[in-house]
Protein backbone atom coordinates (compact mmCIF):
# COMPACT_ATOMS: atom_id res chain seq x y z
CA UNK A 1 0.00 0.00 0.00
CA UNK A 2 1.68 3.04 -1.38
CA UNK A 3 1.48 6.31 1.08
CA UNK A 4 1.05 9.81 -0.37
CA UNK A 5 1.85 12.91 1.18
CA UNK A 6 0.51 16.15 -0.61
CA UNK A 7 1.27 19.64 0.73
CA UNK A 8 -0.10 18.75 4.26
CA UNK A 9 -0.24 21.80 6.80
CA UNK A 10 -1.08 21.58 10.31
CA UNK A 11 -1.02 23.98 13.30
CA UNK A 12 -1.73 24.32 16.77
CA UNK A 13 -2.52 27.45 18.39
CA UNK A 14 0.77 29.88 17.40
CA UNK A 15 3.25 26.68 16.16
CA UNK A 16 3.13 25.86 12.45
CA UNK A 17 3.84 21.91 13.37
CA UNK A 18 3.97 20.95 9.57
CA UNK A 19 4.33 23.23 6.85
CA UNK A 20 3.62 21.61 3.01
CA UNK A 21 5.53 18.44 3.57
CA UNK A 22 5.02 16.18 0.68
CA UNK A 23 6.49 12.69 1.11
CA UNK A 24 5.64 9.41 -1.18
CA UNK A 25 5.89 6.46 1.05
CA UNK A 26 6.29 3.68 -2.07
CA UNK A 27 4.92 0.09 -1.19
CA UNK A 28 6.53 -2.08 1.08
CA UNK A 29 8.77 0.18 2.10
CA UNK A 30 10.29 1.22 5.58
CA UNK A 31 10.67 4.95 6.02
CA UNK A 32 12.04 7.05 8.84
CA UNK A 33 10.83 9.88 10.06
CA UNK A 34 14.21 11.83 11.25
CA UNK A 35 14.49 15.29 13.08
CA UNK A 36 15.11 17.28 16.22
CA UNK A 37 12.62 17.13 18.77
CA UNK A 38 9.68 19.55 18.14
CA UNK A 39 10.26 19.51 14.39
CA UNK A 40 6.50 17.43 13.27
CA UNK A 41 7.39 13.85 13.45
CA UNK A 42 4.73 12.49 15.25
CA UNK A 43 2.01 15.15 14.01
CA UNK A 44 2.49 13.95 10.65
CA UNK A 45 2.49 10.09 11.74
CA UNK A 46 -0.70 10.85 13.60
CA UNK A 47 -2.18 12.89 9.93
CA UNK A 48 -1.43 9.40 8.41
CA UNK A 49 -3.19 7.34 11.12
CA UNK A 50 -6.25 9.50 10.88
CA UNK A 51 -5.73 10.51 14.72
CA UNK A 52 -4.99 14.38 13.67
CA UNK A 53 -6.83 16.36 10.88
CA UNK A 54 -4.74 18.69 8.44
CA UNK A 55 -5.50 21.79 7.87
CA UNK A 56 -4.86 21.48 4.25
CA UNK A 57 -3.42 18.85 2.04
CA UNK A 58 -3.99 15.05 1.84
CA UNK A 59 -2.65 11.57 2.12
CA UNK A 60 -3.79 9.20 -0.04
CA UNK A 61 -3.35 5.39 0.82
CA UNK A 62 -3.12 3.45 -2.48
CA UNK A 63 -4.59 6.10 -5.29
CA UNK A 64 -7.76 6.57 -2.32
CA UNK A 65 -8.05 10.05 -0.95
CA UNK A 66 -8.01 8.67 3.16
CA UNK A 67 -8.07 12.66 4.55
CA UNK A 68 -11.33 12.44 6.10
CA UNK A 69 -11.16 8.58 6.16
CA UNK A 70 -11.81 7.45 10.25
CA UNK A 71 -8.63 5.94 12.11
CA UNK A 72 -10.56 2.50 11.90
CA UNK A 73 -11.35 2.58 7.81
CA UNK A 74 -7.17 2.77 7.77
CA UNK A 75 -6.38 -0.33 8.24
CA UNK A 76 -3.03 0.99 9.87
CA UNK A 77 -1.81 -0.58 13.31
CA UNK A 78 0.38 1.58 15.70
CA UNK A 79 2.82 0.77 18.18
CA UNK A 80 3.81 3.40 20.47
CA UNK A 81 7.08 4.12 23.04
CA UNK A 82 4.98 3.46 25.35
CA UNK A 83 3.79 -0.13 25.09
CA UNK A 84 0.11 0.71 26.56
CA UNK A 85 -0.87 -2.70 26.90
CA UNK A 86 -3.93 -3.22 28.80
CA UNK A 87 -2.54 -4.08 32.40
CA UNK A 88 -5.09 -6.51 33.02
CA UNK A 89 -5.56 -8.36 30.01
CA UNK A 90 -2.67 -11.78 29.46
CA UNK A 91 -0.72 -11.40 26.84
CA UNK A 92 -3.17 -13.80 24.04
CA UNK A 93 -5.77 -11.21 25.45
CA UNK A 94 -3.67 -8.18 24.37
CA UNK A 95 -3.15 -9.70 20.89
CA UNK A 96 -6.34 -10.59 20.80
CA UNK A 97 -7.92 -7.68 21.35
CA UNK A 98 -8.92 -5.99 18.14
CA UNK A 99 -10.29 -9.41 16.86
CA UNK A 100 -12.60 -9.31 19.47
CA UNK A 101 -14.04 -6.28 19.01
CA UNK A 102 -14.82 -6.83 15.91
CA UNK A 103 -16.46 -10.15 17.11
CA UNK A 104 -14.35 -12.55 14.63
CA UNK A 105 -14.90 -16.48 15.69
CA UNK A 106 -13.25 -17.65 18.88
CA UNK A 107 -11.30 -20.13 17.09
CA UNK A 108 -9.75 -17.63 14.41
CA UNK A 109 -8.96 -15.11 17.35
CA UNK A 110 -6.74 -18.46 19.16
CA UNK A 111 -5.51 -18.89 15.77
CA UNK A 112 -4.44 -15.62 14.89
CA UNK A 113 -3.05 -15.14 18.54
CA UNK A 114 -0.82 -18.36 18.40
CA UNK A 115 -0.04 -17.39 15.25
CA UNK A 116 1.51 -14.05 16.44
CA UNK A 117 3.27 -15.66 19.56
CA UNK A 118 5.15 -17.74 17.03
CA UNK A 119 5.65 -14.50 14.86
CA UNK A 120 7.51 -12.57 18.12
CA UNK A 121 8.62 -15.74 19.64
CA UNK A 122 7.46 -15.67 22.45
CA UNK A 123 5.32 -18.91 22.77
CA UNK A 124 5.90 -19.68 26.36
CA UNK A 125 4.59 -16.90 27.94
CA UNK A 126 0.82 -16.23 26.72
CA UNK A 127 -0.80 -16.27 29.89
CA UNK A 128 1.59 -13.92 31.81
CA UNK A 129 0.41 -10.70 32.63
CA UNK A 130 2.35 -7.42 31.48
CA UNK A 131 4.01 -6.80 34.70
CA UNK A 132 5.38 -10.54 34.48
CA UNK A 133 7.35 -9.15 31.06
CA UNK A 134 10.66 -7.44 30.33
CA UNK A 135 10.31 -4.13 28.36
CA UNK A 136 11.46 -5.73 25.15
CA UNK A 137 8.67 -8.59 25.45
CA UNK A 138 6.29 -5.88 26.19
CA UNK A 139 7.11 -3.93 22.85
CA UNK A 140 7.25 -6.92 20.83
CA UNK A 141 3.99 -7.58 22.56
CA UNK A 142 2.39 -4.47 21.17
CA UNK A 143 3.41 -4.70 17.92
CA UNK A 144 1.72 -8.53 17.18
CA UNK A 145 -1.10 -6.39 18.79
CA UNK A 146 -0.80 -4.18 16.72
CA UNK A 147 -0.38 -7.09 13.63
CA UNK A 148 -3.44 -8.55 14.88
CA UNK A 149 -6.19 -7.46 12.59
CA UNK A 150 -3.40 -7.36 9.01
CA UNK A 151 -2.58 -3.85 8.31
CA UNK A 152 -1.35 -2.75 5.34
CA UNK A 153 0.60 -0.26 7.09
CA UNK A 154 2.53 -0.43 10.34
CA UNK A 155 2.86 3.21 11.99
CA UNK A 156 5.49 3.21 14.39
CA UNK A 157 6.35 6.17 17.14
CA UNK A 158 9.71 6.16 19.12
CA UNK A 159 8.88 2.42 19.65
CA UNK A 160 11.95 1.08 20.83
CA UNK A 161 12.63 4.65 22.88
CA UNK A 162 12.16 3.14 26.11
CA UNK A 163 14.33 0.65 26.27
CA UNK A 164 18.03 0.05 26.63
CA UNK A 165 20.57 0.05 24.16
CA UNK A 166 21.51 -4.08 23.95
CA UNK A 167 17.64 -4.65 23.41
CA UNK A 168 16.69 -1.67 21.03
CA UNK A 169 19.70 -3.02 18.86
CA UNK A 170 18.39 -6.26 19.02
CA UNK A 171 14.66 -5.18 18.47
CA UNK A 172 15.92 -2.59 15.42
CA UNK A 173 16.84 -5.97 13.63
CA UNK A 174 14.15 -8.00 14.45
CA UNK A 175 11.58 -5.20 13.30
CA UNK A 176 13.28 -4.94 9.77
CA UNK A 177 13.45 -8.64 9.53
CA UNK A 178 9.53 -9.03 10.07
CA UNK A 179 8.73 -6.04 7.56
CA UNK A 180 10.03 -7.81 5.32
CA UNK A 181 8.26 -10.88 5.93
CA UNK A 182 4.97 -9.59 5.94
CA UNK A 183 5.81 -6.93 2.98
CA UNK A 184 3.66 -3.79 4.93
CA UNK A 185 4.32 -0.22 4.50
CA UNK A 186 5.91 0.83 7.72
CA UNK A 187 6.26 4.34 8.59
CA UNK A 188 8.39 5.50 11.81
CA UNK A 189 9.62 8.00 14.06
CA UNK A 190 12.63 8.24 15.45
CA UNK A 191 15.52 10.99 17.10
CA UNK A 192 18.13 8.35 16.77
CA UNK A 193 20.02 8.77 13.61
CA UNK A 194 21.73 5.28 14.23
CA UNK A 195 18.15 3.38 14.40
CA UNK A 196 16.91 5.05 11.32
CA UNK A 197 19.88 4.44 9.62
CA UNK A 198 19.92 1.15 10.16
CA UNK A 199 16.71 -0.06 9.63
CA UNK A 200 14.88 2.48 7.10
CA UNK A 201 15.37 1.74 3.21
CA UNK A 202 14.42 5.60 2.67
CA UNK A 203 14.94 8.44 5.77
CA UNK A 204 13.12 11.50 5.84
CA UNK A 205 14.37 14.53 7.69
CA UNK A 206 12.98 16.98 9.31
CA UNK A 207 13.43 20.44 10.58
CA UNK A 208 10.92 23.04 12.17
CA UNK A 209 7.78 21.38 9.93
CA UNK A 210 9.66 21.01 6.69
CA UNK A 211 10.83 18.12 5.17
CA UNK A 212 14.97 19.05 4.55
CA UNK A 213 15.77 16.11 2.87
CA UNK A 214 14.59 12.52 1.80
CA UNK A 215 17.33 9.81 0.35
CA UNK A 216 18.36 6.35 0.87
CA UNK A 217 20.87 6.48 4.30
CA UNK A 218 23.85 6.45 1.68
CA UNK A 219 22.27 9.16 -0.12
CA UNK A 220 21.64 11.32 3.19
CA UNK A 221 24.82 10.73 5.00
CA UNK A 222 27.52 11.12 1.27
CA UNK A 223 24.88 13.62 -0.14
CA UNK A 224 23.74 15.80 2.51
CA UNK A 225 21.22 18.58 1.05
CA UNK A 226 22.17 21.65 3.18
CA UNK A 227 23.89 22.49 6.13
CA UNK A 228 20.80 21.97 8.72
CA UNK A 229 21.04 17.88 7.25
CA UNK A 230 24.96 18.27 7.68
CA UNK A 231 24.97 19.42 10.85
CA UNK A 232 22.23 17.17 12.25
CA UNK A 233 23.66 14.28 11.61
CA UNK A 234 26.52 15.45 13.46
CA UNK A 235 30.36 14.50 14.10
CA UNK A 236 31.54 17.12 12.07
CA UNK A 237 33.68 20.16 12.17
CA UNK A 238 32.37 22.97 11.07
CA UNK A 239 34.41 26.30 9.95
CA UNK A 240 32.42 29.27 9.81
CA UNK A 241 33.13 32.04 7.36
CA UNK A 242 31.96 34.50 4.32
CA UNK A 243 32.62 33.88 0.74
CA UNK A 244 33.15 36.71 -2.11
CA UNK A 245 32.50 35.28 -5.51
CA UNK A 246 33.12 31.96 -4.61
CA UNK A 247 36.48 32.40 -2.18
CA UNK A 248 36.68 31.78 0.96
CA UNK A 249 38.06 34.47 3.68
CA UNK A 250 41.52 34.61 3.60
CA UNK A 251 41.17 32.24 7.03
CA UNK A 252 39.71 29.62 5.67
CA UNK A 253 41.97 28.44 3.11
CA UNK A 254 39.81 25.20 3.48
CA UNK A 255 37.67 26.17 0.66
CA UNK A 256 39.25 24.10 -2.15
CA UNK A 257 37.79 25.62 -5.70
CA UNK A 258 34.71 24.13 -7.13
CA UNK A 259 33.43 23.29 -3.86
CA UNK A 260 32.36 26.61 -3.23
CA UNK A 261 28.78 27.70 -4.28
CA UNK A 262 29.69 31.20 -6.80
CA UNK A 263 27.24 33.25 -4.22
CA UNK A 264 28.51 35.34 -1.37
CA UNK A 265 27.34 35.28 2.02
CA UNK A 266 28.13 33.41 5.31
CA UNK A 267 28.82 29.96 4.56
CA UNK A 268 29.63 26.74 6.35
CA UNK A 269 32.53 24.50 5.78
CA UNK A 270 31.88 21.27 7.08
CA UNK A 271 35.13 18.16 7.26
CA UNK A 272 34.25 15.34 8.84
CA UNK A 273 36.92 13.95 11.42
CA UNK A 274 37.60 11.00 8.56
CA UNK A 275 38.25 13.13 5.82
CA UNK A 276 41.36 14.87 7.41
CA UNK A 277 44.78 13.57 7.33
CA UNK A 278 47.45 14.46 10.30
CA UNK A 279 50.73 15.00 9.32
CA UNK A 280 54.06 16.13 11.72
CA UNK A 281 55.46 18.59 9.44
CA UNK A 282 53.27 21.38 7.30
CA UNK A 283 53.07 19.85 3.94
CA UNK A 284 50.94 22.09 2.36
CA UNK A 285 49.42 25.16 2.41
CA UNK A 286 46.26 24.76 3.59
CA UNK A 287 47.24 22.90 6.53
CA UNK A 288 45.58 23.80 9.87
CA UNK A 289 48.18 23.67 12.79
CA UNK A 290 47.25 22.54 15.83
CA UNK A 291 48.43 20.69 19.39
CA UNK A 292 47.21 17.45 19.82
CA UNK A 293 44.79 17.82 23.09
CA UNK A 294 43.42 14.41 23.35
CA UNK A 295 44.06 10.93 21.73
CA UNK A 296 41.73 8.35 21.67
CA UNK A 297 41.89 4.95 20.20
CA UNK A 298 38.41 3.68 19.54
CA UNK A 299 38.46 0.22 17.97
CA UNK A 300 40.75 0.57 14.76
CA UNK A 301 40.71 4.19 14.90
CA UNK A 302 41.98 7.12 16.40
CA UNK A 303 40.48 9.88 17.42
CA UNK A 304 42.61 13.31 17.77
CA UNK A 305 41.79 16.57 19.22
CA UNK A 306 43.54 19.74 17.68
CA UNK A 307 43.50 22.93 19.39
CA UNK A 308 43.78 25.75 17.55
CA UNK A 309 44.97 28.87 17.68
CA UNK A 310 42.08 30.50 15.84
CA UNK A 311 39.32 28.33 16.63
CA UNK A 312 37.36 25.54 18.19
CA UNK A 313 39.14 22.25 18.59
CA UNK A 314 39.30 19.97 15.76
CA UNK A 315 38.37 16.43 15.56
CA UNK A 316 40.67 14.60 13.34
CA UNK A 317 40.13 10.59 12.81
CA UNK A 318 43.08 8.13 11.35
CA UNK A 319 43.52 4.61 11.21
CA UNK A 320 45.33 3.43 14.43
CA UNK A 321 48.37 2.01 12.39
CA UNK A 322 48.78 5.90 10.72
CA UNK A 323 48.69 7.41 13.60
CA UNK A 324 50.80 4.98 15.40
CA UNK A 325 53.99 6.00 12.57
CA UNK A 326 53.58 9.24 12.53
CA UNK A 327 54.51 8.96 16.32
CA UNK A 328 52.96 11.98 17.98
CA UNK A 329 52.20 12.51 21.57
CA UNK A 330 49.70 14.77 23.52
CA UNK A 331 51.41 18.27 23.64
CA UNK A 332 53.21 17.74 20.34
CA UNK A 333 52.43 20.46 17.35
CA UNK A 334 50.42 18.42 14.11
CA UNK A 335 48.86 19.42 10.80
CA UNK A 336 45.79 18.65 9.28
CA UNK A 337 44.72 18.44 5.70
CA UNK A 338 41.29 18.22 4.58
CA UNK A 339 40.55 15.41 1.40
CA UNK A 340 37.09 16.08 1.05
CA UNK A 341 34.19 19.35 1.97
CA UNK A 342 30.94 20.34 1.66
CA UNK A 343 30.42 24.33 1.45
CA UNK A 344 26.69 25.24 1.82
CA UNK A 345 25.68 28.92 2.98
CA UNK A 346 24.72 29.46 6.90
CA UNK A 347 21.79 30.14 6.84
CA UNK A 348 19.84 27.94 8.91
CA UNK A 349 19.38 26.88 12.83
CA UNK A 350 18.58 23.76 14.57
P1 LIG B 1 9.46 14.89 19.63
O1 LIG B 1 10.65 14.24 18.96
O2 LIG B 1 9.87 15.78 20.76
O3 LIG B 1 8.37 13.94 19.98
P2 LIG B 1 8.13 15.75 17.16
O4 LIG B 1 9.08 16.00 16.04
O5 LIG B 1 7.40 14.46 17.15
O6 LIG B 1 8.87 15.96 18.55
P3 LIG B 1 5.53 16.99 17.26
O7 LIG B 1 5.09 16.26 18.48
O8 LIG B 1 4.95 16.61 15.97
O9 LIG B 1 7.12 16.98 17.15
O10 LIG B 1 5.25 18.54 17.53
C1 LIG B 1 5.48 19.54 16.53
C2 LIG B 1 5.15 20.90 17.14
O11 LIG B 1 3.74 21.01 17.34
C3 LIG B 1 5.79 21.16 18.49
O12 LIG B 1 6.14 22.53 18.57
C4 LIG B 1 4.69 20.83 19.48
O13 LIG B 1 4.84 21.58 20.66
C5 LIG B 1 3.43 21.24 18.71
N1 LIG B 1 2.28 20.41 19.07
C6 LIG B 1 2.12 19.09 18.82
N2 LIG B 1 0.92 18.65 19.25
C7 LIG B 1 0.30 19.72 19.78
C8 LIG B 1 -1.00 19.94 20.39
N3 LIG B 1 -1.87 18.95 20.51
N4 LIG B 1 -1.28 21.19 20.82
C9 LIG B 1 -0.41 22.21 20.68
N5 LIG B 1 0.81 22.09 20.10
C10 LIG B 1 1.16 20.87 19.65
Redesign the pocket.
Known sequence: MQISIRNVKKH??G?Q??NDVSIDVPDGELVA?L????????????IIAGLETPDSGEVLFGETDSTSLAVRDRGVGFVFQHYALFKHMTVRENIGFSLKIQKRPKEEVQQRVDELLNLIQLNGIGNRFPSQLSGGQKQRVALARALAARPHVMLL??PFGALDAQVRQDLRRWLRNLHDELKMTSVF?T?DQDEAFEVADRVVI?NK?RVEQIGSPEEIFHHPANGFVMHFLGNVNIFHSRLEHGQGSPDLDLVHPGHAPADSGATAVYVRPHELTLYRTRESANAIEGRIAHIRTIGLSVRVSLATAAGPEIQVEVPKEEFQALGLSKGDTAYAVAKGVKVFTDDYTI
Open positions: FETALLGPSGCGKTTLLRDEVHMG
